[in-house]
C-alpha cells in the first residue's frame, strides 16, 4: 500500500508540470486563433468596401426617384451570393428605400448602423445577429454633392464561417495541447518513479521486512544517495545482530522450558497475575450456552476459535468469564445476577452473563459489529454497511460490559482480557475508571488497510477504545503493521516503531502478534479406543460414508469460509476425476452463525441450493458426493468427524487464524491425514506443510483435492511430523 501515496506524488508532480505547459501553449494559440479571425474579419470588410464603391453610383442615382421607382431600379442589383447576405438602401431618416430579399428579413436591425453613418458621414462596421447567425454590418453614406447625404447603402455578409474556422483551430489546438499534456505527465511519472520514487518505495519495503521477518539481503540496488545506502547498510547490520542475538536467548531460554501443562499454566498465570488479582477475560460469545432443544435442556460449546482458544486458560487459572447470555435457556441456568459455575460437572471458573434487549442485540452485535466491523475486517467482497441507531447501541452495549467488568472486580485488582471486535470501546472505558487495572485487548480476526478502514465513520472512536488497552494482540505480525499504520493515519498519536507502541493522550498501548493454539484433544474428554471406534462406526452409517474416502470441513456458516468455493472444487474434482466418484465423499459440519442477518439466511439458503445441485448432478445410487450437515456440532462430533477423515479443507477467502486446521493436525496421532488450507488463513503462516491453495482458483484446488487423496503414506507422515 505505501506505493500508492508516492505514486500519487509522482502523478501530482507530472499533472502540475503538464498544466504549466499546457496552460503556456493554450494562452498562445487563443492569442492565435483571435489574432487570424480578425484578418478573416477584415478580409470580409474590405470586400464589403469593394462592393459598395461598385454599387454607389448606382443607389445614390436611385435616391433621387420616387422610393417606389428607387425600389424598382435598385432591387434586381441588391441580392447576395453565398456569403454575402445582400444590401440594402435606407433614406437619412432610416427609411428603408430597397433591399434585397434576405437583407429585408432583418433590416429591421439595421437603424444603428444606418444612424451612426449618417452621424459621423463615415463608413461604419458593426455585428448583428439574426436567428442566430452572426452578420458583418458595413454601411456607407452616400453623398451628393459631397457634404450632402443623400442615403445610406448597407453592405451585409454571413460571417458564420469565420466564426466556424476559428472554433475547428480552438478545438485542433486542444488535441494537441491534451496529447502533450498526456505524453508530459506520462514522461515525467516515469521519470521521477523510475529514478525516485521506485527505488525509495523499494528500500522502505525492505526495512519494513527487515523490521518485520528474517530479510538475508543487503539494501536493495538503485537507493538515489550513497550516503543513504551506506547508512541503511549500517543499521541492516546492526538489526541483524540484534535479531540474532534475541533468537539464541529465545532458543536457549525454549529449551530450557518443559512442556506446558494445566498445573504449570496456573502456576505461572498466579506468579504473574500475583495473589490479589483475579483474570476476568470479556467476550461477546459465552463459552457455554443453554439451549431447549426437543423439549430438552442442552448445554451447548459455540463454535469458533475464541472459545476453543480461552476456555482452557480459565479451566487452569480460574477466574470470572463475562459474556452476553445469547441461550434461549441461558437466565433459567443463571442466579439472579446472571452467574454460574462452569464446565457443568467440573466447575473450574464463574461465568457472569450479561443480559441485552432484543433491541439492543439487533443493533450491536448483528448490526454494527457484524453487517459493519465484520465485513470491514474481511476482504470477502461484502459491503460493510453502518448506521447511526447500531453506532448507539453498540456504544451502549460496550457500556454495559465494561460496568459489568467493574461490579465484578469490586475494590480489587484484576487483569482484564477483552476479546474482540464487539467489544472495541470496553478498554477505554475500563481505564476510565480504573487506570490501575490491567487490560488486554486481543482482536481475533483479521486487521485491514488504513484505506478500507476509512470507511467506518466511527473509526476513530473504535481506534480510541482499543488503545485503552495496555496491550493488544492480533493473530499475525501482518495485522500488527496495519494497526499501526491506521493508528498513524486516523489519529493525532506518537508511534514507536522500535517497540510497536503507541502513544495517545500519554497512556501506551503495546502491539505484538500472538499466533493462537489449541487445546489437546485428550483434555477435553473426547471418546478413545473401542468408544471412538463405535461412535466413529454409527456415523459412517448414519451418513453413509462406509467405505470411500472421507474428507471434512468444520465451520460456522459464514460467506468469509469460502463454503461456495469449496463445494465448487469438490464438484470439478469429480469432474476432472470420475474414477472417485462412489469413492470419495466431503462432509460439511456447518454450524448456523448469526442467522438473524438476512444475508446470512440467504447464505445457508444459497449454500443448500448448490449442494443439491451438486449431489443431484454426480449421485449414484444412494451415494452423495457431498454431505452438508447444517447443526451446531459439540466436541465430540466434530472429534468424531476429524479422527475418521483422511482430509481436511479450509477454504477461508480472509481468516484471522482459523483453529480448525490445527485442531485437525491434533487429531492425527497417526499421522495419516492431509490438510488442504487456504494462504488467506493466518493458519498457513504457521502449517506451511500443507496442501496450500487459492480457494478462488477453482482448478488448482481441485488439483490439490486429487493430490491428497492420491498421496502416499510417507509424504503425509512426513508433512504432519513437520
Not at 460439511?588 to 442477518?597: D, M, V
Amino acid at each position: 500500500m505505501a506505493g500508492r501515496p508516492q505514486l500519487a506524488r509522482s502523478l501530482r508532480l507530472g499533472f502540475l508540470i503538464a498544466a504549466i505547459i499546457g496552460a503556456t501553449i493554450g494562452s498562445l494559440a487563443w492569442r492565435q486563433v483571435n489574432q487570424e479571425r480578425r484578418i478573416d474579419l477584415d478580409d470580409v470588410n474590405r470586400r464589403a468596401q469593394v462592393l459598395a464603391r461598385q454599387l454607389a453610383p448606382t443607389a445614390t442615382k436611385a435616391l433621387e426617384l420616387p422610393d417606389a421607382q428607387a425600389r424598382e431600379e435598385l432591387r434586381p442589383r441588391l441580392r447576395g451570393y453565398r456569403a454575402l447576405l445582400g444590401y440594402a438602401v435606407f433614406r437619412p431618416d432610416g427609411v428603408l428605400v430597397a433591399a434585397g430579399n434576405t437583407v429585408a428579413e432583418f433590416s429591421d436591425r439595421l437603424g444603428t448602423a444606418v444612424n451612426r453613418a449618417v452621424r459621423t458621414g463615415a463608413e461604419t462596421i458593426t455585428r448583428a445577429r439574426f436567428q442566430g447567425t452572426p452578420i458583418d454590418v458595413y454601411a456607407v453614406p452616400l453623398e451628393t454633392p459631397p457634404g450632402v447625404i443623400r442615403g445610406v447603402l448597407v453592405v451585409a455578409h454571413d460571417v458564420t464561417f469565420i466564426d466556424e474556422r476559428a472554433t475547428g483551430r480552438l478545438v485542433q489546438f486542444g488535441f494537441w495541447i491534451l496529447i502533450l499534456t498526456l505524453l508530459t505527465v506520462t514522461l515525467v511519472v516515469g521519470a521521477t518513479w523510475l529514478t525516485y520514487e521506485r527505488p525509495l518505495h523499494i528500500l522502505a519495503d525492505w526495512m519494513r521486512r527487515l523490521r518485520t521477518e528474517n530479510v538475508g539481503e543487503g539494501p536493495p540496488a538503485g537507493v538515489p544517495s550513497a550516503l543513504l545506502r551506506s547508512e541503511t547498510d549500517r543499521l541492516a547490520a546492526s538489526f541483524r545482530a540484534a535479531r540474532s542475538t534475541g533468537q539464541r536467548l529465545s532458543q536457549a531460554a525454549m529449551h530450557a522450558e518443559q512442556v506446558w501443562t494445566r498445573d504449570r499454566l496456573r502456576t505461572h498465570a498466579i506468579a504473574a497475575l500475583g495473589a490479589d488479582r483475579q483474570l476476568v477475560v470479556v467476550s461477546n460469545r459465552e463459552p457455554y450456552m443453554h439451549q431447549l432443544q426437543d423439549g430438552k435442556l442442552r448445554t451447548i460449546v459455540p463454535a469458533g476459535g475464541l472459545v476453543t482458544a480461552l476456555d482452557p486458560v480459565l479451566r487452569a487459572c480460574g477466574g470470572v468469564w463475562i459474556a452476553h447470555g445469547a441461550g434461549d435457556s441461558d437466565r433459567e441456568t443463571a442466579d439472579e445476577s446472571g452467574r454460574l459455575t462452569v464446565p457443568p460437572g467440573d466447575p473450574r471458573y464463574t461465568l457472569r452473563r450479561v443480559w441485552l434487549t432484543r433491541e439492543e442485540e439487533q443493533g450491536y452485535y448483528y448490526g454494527f459489529s457484524n453487517e459493519g466491523l465484520w465485513p470491514l475486517c474481511h476482504l470477502a467482497h461484502e459491503r460493510p454497511v453502518f448506521r447511526a441507531p447500531d453506532w448507539r447501541f453498540y456504544r451502549r452495549a460496550n457500556e454495559l460490559f465494561a460496568e459489568t467488568v467493574l461490579e465484578e472486580i469490586g475494590g480489587g485488582n484484576a487483569v482484564v482480557l477483552v476479546q474482540d471486535y464487539q467489544l472495541a470501546l470496553v478498554p477505554a472505558l475500563l481505564k476510565a475508571a480504573r487506570p490501575e487495572l490491567q487490560v488486554g485487548l486481543f482482536w481475533h480476526i483479521p486487521w485491514p488497510n488504513p484505506e478500507a478502514f476509512r470507511i467506518c465513520p466511527y473509526g476513530a472512536e473504535i481506534l480510541t477504545g482499543m488503545l485503552g488497552a495496555d496491550l493488544i494482540g492480533f493473530h499475525l505480525q501482518q495485522h500488527c503493521n496495519s494497526f499501526l499504520d491506521t493508528v498513524d493515519r486516523v489519529l493525532e498519536s506518537r508511534l514507536d516503531w522500535d517497540h510497536f507502541a503507541v502513544e495517545l493522550k500519554g497512556h501506551v498501548s503495546h502491539v505484538q502478534p500472538f499466533p493462537i493454539s489449541v487445546q489437546p484433544w485428550t483434555e477435553r474428554k473426547v471418546p478413545t479406543g473401542e468408544a471412538l471406534a463405535a461412535q466413529i462406526a454409527g456415523l459412517k452409517a448414519e451418513h453413509s460414508l462406509e467405505g470411500v474416502y472421507i474428507a471434512v470441513g468444520v465451520d460456522r456458516i459464514d460467506y468469509t469460509k469460502g463454503l461456495p468455493e469449496r463445494f465448487r472444487a469438490v464438484d470439478r474434482f469429480l469432474e476432472r476425476w470420475p474414477q472417485y466418484r462412489q469413492r470419495f465423499t466431503f462432509v460439511e459440519l456447518g454450524a448456523p452463525s448469526r442467522t438473524h442477518i438476512p444475508r446470512y439466511r440467504d447464505h445457508i439458503a444459497e449454500l443448500e441450493k448448490l449442494v443439491d445441485e451438486i449431489n443431484w448432478k454426480h449421485q449414484i445410487d444412494g451415494w452423495k458426493p457431498i454431505r452438508f450437515l447444517v447443526a451446531h456440532h459439540d466436541v465430540v462430533a466434530v472429534h468424531a468427524f476429524m479422527r475418521m477423515a483422511s482430509m481436511c479443507i479450509v477454504s477461508s477467502l480472509h481468516d484471522g487464524m482459523n483453529l480448525v486446521a490445527k485442531e485437525y493436525v491434533a487429531a492425527q496421532p497417526d499421522r495419516e491425514g492431509v490438510l488442504i488450507l487456504s494462504e488467506f488463513a493466518g493458519a498457513s503462516r504457521e502449517l506451511g506443510d500443507a496442501l496450500i491453495i487459492n480457494p478462488y482458483d477453482t482448478e488448482q484446488f481441485a488439483e490439490a483435492i486429487r493430490a491428497g487423496v492420491e498421496m502416499d503414506p510417507a509424504e503425509r507422515h512426513a508433512r504432519m511430523d513437520r
